[in-house]
Every structure is written in C-alpha cells, then in structure tokens.
C-alpha cells in the first residue's frame, strides 16, 4: 500500500476533484493530508491566485466545471469564492485531520456548493465530524498552532501551490499532474534521466524586473 503526502487547501476546487479523482481511480494509494494556508504560500512566493487575476479568474472556473464534467465528478460552486478558508482548515484540523473529515469538508464545500467560513455555515459539518463546541475548538490556540506548522512545513518542502503531491522529495502540483506523480512513484529514477534530468539544470536566458 502507497503512502502519499498530499498538500491542500479547501479554498481549492481542484484539491477536491484530485481527491475525488484519486480515491475513486486509485484505491490502492493512501493520501496523507497534509493542510496549508494557500494565501500564505502565494505570499511567501510573491504570488497572486488564478482568482484575484481579472480574466484567469473566469477561465479557470469555467475550466474546472469542464473538468469535473469530465472525470464525471459533481462539483457545484460555493456562494463566495475565493472566501477565507481559515476556519474550514481548523475544522479539519480539530477532527483529527484524517482524509475522511477533509472528504466531508471539501463535499460540504465543491459537492453540495456550501459556504464554510461563518460558525453557522460550519455547525453542521462540526455535527457531523463529531467536533463538540466548534467555535472554541477552531479558535483553540493549540489547532491554529498545528495548521500554521503544517503550512511552515508544507514551504520547507519547496510547495508553491495546491494541490500537491510529494513524491520523492518532489513536488508534483496541480490535479493534471496526477498521472505524471504516480508514473514517478512507480520509477523514482525517471527524473534522474535524459531530458528530465537537463530540465532542472536549464539556464535562464532572460528575466522579468
């Protein structure tokens, strides 16, 4: 059985359908998710989001309604996006951070097209992760703590966006790179090869000031 480390946030559609995608098409892999905070990973690389870019931002939601279209996954969008996701993360966090709470969220969220950012919105999914007093355990310091390390740890890695699935030290971001992650976990030594291998010692030829 295949251990994966998976990085998400729940701010991201395309976090939920390589979920939805993996544990439907792959049920031999194990996920181990892994939560970070994307707003701070965009900003520790000095990054926008596909959402606060005027035109990208409507691409890329018609694209990811093509998309789960495509791997015949539902997805409905929720009433605000982008929306903070802070209290969701810690959510997931408080319920023990196993992959079936973070499934319940991201349904709650990209299935059912559910707001989680209120403590209203969250009470039902609370109830149904068995979370007794949501709003303390959220605003608990010790579950903030734990998802502020796990983002600190997922930029130590090299993350630079979600989802991402590491993969021999390697980060392989984006739902389309899920083929190209498990082809690489089959043959580790591939991107130690030809092409692969001059790819990452390239020069740069120009660059933007």
């Not at 539902?74 to 973070?102: E, S, Y």
């Not at 899920?178 to 130690?192: D, E, G, I, S």
Request: glycine share 8%.
């Amino acid at each position: 059985m295949a251990f994966l480390p998976w990085y998400f946030d729940v701010l991201s559609p395309f976090a939920y359908l390589q979920l939805e995608w993996i544990t439907r098409d792959w049920p031999e892999l194990v996920l181990e998710p892994r939560p970070v905070v994307l707003g701070a990973v965009l900003a520790h690389h000095g990054q926008l989001g596909p959402a606060e870019i005027r035109g990208k931002r409507e691409f890329t939601y018609r694209y990811v309604i093509w998309r789960a279209w495509e791997l015949g996954i539902p997805l409905r969008f929720p009433p605000r996006h982008p929306f903070n996701p802070l209290a969701a993360l810690r959510l997931i966090v408080a319920a023990g951070g196993g992959i079936d709470a973070v499934r319940t969220v991201f349904r709650h969220i990209w299935a059912e097209g559910k707001g989680a950012e209120s403590l209203e919105e969250l009470a039902p999914l609370a109830a149904e992760l068995g979370v007794d007093d949501h709003t303390a355990r959220i605003a608990d310091p010790v579950v903030k703590e734990a998802l502020r390390a796990s983002t600190d740890a997922a930029l130590a890695a090299g993350i630079f966006g979600v989802p991402t699935l590491l993969v021999d030290g390697q980060c392989f971001f984006g739902q389309d790179a899920t083929p190209f992650a498990l082809a690489v976990q089959a043959r580790p030594q591939m991107l130690r090869e030809g092409e692969y291998a001059r790819a990452a010692e390239i020069p740069a030829g120009a660059s933007r000031r």
